[in-house]
Structure formats: C-alpha cells, structure tokens
C-alpha cells in the first residue's frame, strides 16, 4: 500500500504529490523543515518544534503558512493514516515558486508538504569524524544540507554509522543529523549553542531530564581528542531519542557498550515524553 502524504492541504499518494521545478527550496534552498519524532502515535515535542519552526521562518522572512492548531491536526491525520505508531515525521516548507532570481516578490505562496518515515536506528553508533563545512548559520534549520551530506559521505566511506563534524579550531560540533554529548567522571560535556548549532528540540529536553537526574552538566567546547578518552558519549535526535555512541575514529568509548549514564538519561527521556502525552491528553 503507497505511503499517504500531505502537500498544501492535501492528503495524497506519494507518487502523486508534485512541486515545480521554479520553487525557490529547489533552486536556492529557501525553505526550513523539521523533524519531528513519533512515539505511541504522538508527536514528541511538538509545541518546541513549532517554536523552532517560527523562528527559523522569521529569520528568513517567511510568513507561517498555517495556525500551529490546524498544522497539528493536520500532522497528527497523517500519522493516523500511515498507521504509523513510532518513526520519523517530516515537514518541509519552501518560500514559493517563481522564476529564477536572487531577489524575490512579496507575498509568494508557500509550499508546505509532510510525510512520514520508518525508522530502523541501530541500538549503538559508530562515528567517524569530518570537518564542519556548513554555512555561518546553523542556529536556522534550513534544507540547506549539503555539508552534511558530505559528512556522512565521509563516515561512511570510513565505515562509520554517523559523522561527528569538527570545526576549524579542532572542536566538535554535532553529529551528521544529531546533536553529540559526552560524559566524563559522572559529568555530562555540551557545546554550547551560541549560534553555531542547531538548538535541537531532543537536546533540549534531554538537558531538561539531566537536570532533573541531577547530573553535572558543563557547557562548553572541547576537542575530537577528548572525546577518545570520554567515559560514555551519545547523540540525540527526534526519532533516535538518546543514542549510545561506543566508536569514534576507530577509538572504543568506554567499555565499548552503552554506559550507565546514557542509559540512565535515555530512560528517564522517555518517560518525561510519555507523561507529557498523557497530560497532554487530560
């Protein structure tokens, strides 16, 4: 049975959906998106991503397409539709279509589309490490991926799950498609944001979690080498939650499995996810 997806209000086969070839996200990557996470059928984090989301359009100077009200219901049909009951929800929005130019009109129509998406992680990550080659912006989520895509281009090659970026300086950022965390001596290690990350929605719930497990946490820059010598590392993201990294460059983390810390933090994660759907629901 094909996948239903949703394009500009309308729920379709996915070989029937169809943008033109003039939309700006084509031709110039004028578009944001987010990934959403799907646990018991509901979206995890909703309300952050669409924060997210806000501010990634205004930072672009994009109108919002539609009421965060009407793009849930939207969503959450679609969810039901496909059945699906855990996997990975995407919403793409572009700025619009029209002739190719550097400058755009005013007032474009936006396209909109979602669909959703199987997942089949692995329990443990293996990293290998690239250089961070992306644009000055990474604080906006836009399709603009092509540093990543060469990333993982890279991990792969070298045999690796994922790829761990590491900037000019020598200091880690984040993963391909994932935010990177270490821990060292019962402390949990973070870079801090300041506009060189993506602020990921499972980032921030996590933290939120590790505060609440009473854990140090020290937000700060460290190097690809320190992470070889870290007692436990993991990355997060929408739809891998809280993910234990055990190789990075060929380097064992750890005992080589996941570590007390991780799996600590990955079970309270999913228990503060669960209870806020059923508070959602009262």
Avoid at 76 to 97: K, P, Q, S, V
Avoid at 125 to 144: C, E, G, M, Q, V
Avoid at 167 to 191: H, N, P, Q
Wanted: hydrophobic residues 45%.
């Amino acid at each position: 049975m094909p996948r239903t997806v949703w394009l500009n209000g309308a729920f379709m086969p996915e070989d029937e959906a169809q943008l033109p070839i003039f939309d700006r996200g084509l031709l110039f990557a004028d578009a944001v998106y987010e990934g959403l996470g799907v646990l018991d059928g509901h979206i995890i984090d909703f309300a952050h991503h669409m924060a997210r989301l806000r501010r990634s359009l205004s930072e672009l100077d994009m109108a919002e397409p539609m009421s965060e009200a009407a793009l849930y219901a939207a969503l959450t049909d679609l969810i039901t539709r496909n059945t699906m009951t855990e996997g990975f929800l995407y919403l793409h929005i572009t700025r619009g279509a029209h002739d190719r130019d550097y400058l755009y009109p005013a007032n474009l129509t936006p396209n909109i589309f979602a669909f959703t998406q199987d997942t089949h992680d692995a329990p443990t990550l293996t990293l290998a490490s690239a250089p961070d080659i992306r644009w000055a912006r990474r604080d906006i989520k836009t399709t603009n991926l092509l540093g990543q895509v060469m990333a993982k281009e890279i991990a792969r090659k070298a045999g690796a799950d994922e790829a761990l970026m590491v900037d000019r300086e020598g200091f880690v950022t984040e993963c391909g498609a994932m935010s990177f965390f270490m821990i060292k001596d019962g402390a949990l290690y973070a870079r801090p944001l300041l506009g060189e990350l993506l602020p990921g929605i499972t980032r921030q719930t996590m933290l939120r979690v590790a505060r609440a497990e009473h854990l140090v946490i020290h937000e700060e820059r460290y190097t690809l080498e320190d992470t070889f010598t870290a007692d436990e590392a993991f990355a997060t993201g929408a739809s891998s939650y809280i993910q234990p990294v055990t190789q990075i460059d060929g380097h064992i983390i750890g005992s080589g499995a996941p570590g007390p810390v991780t799996q600590i933090l990955r079970t309270a994660y999913l228990a503060a996810i669960r209870a806020d759907f059923a508070a959602r629901a009262d």
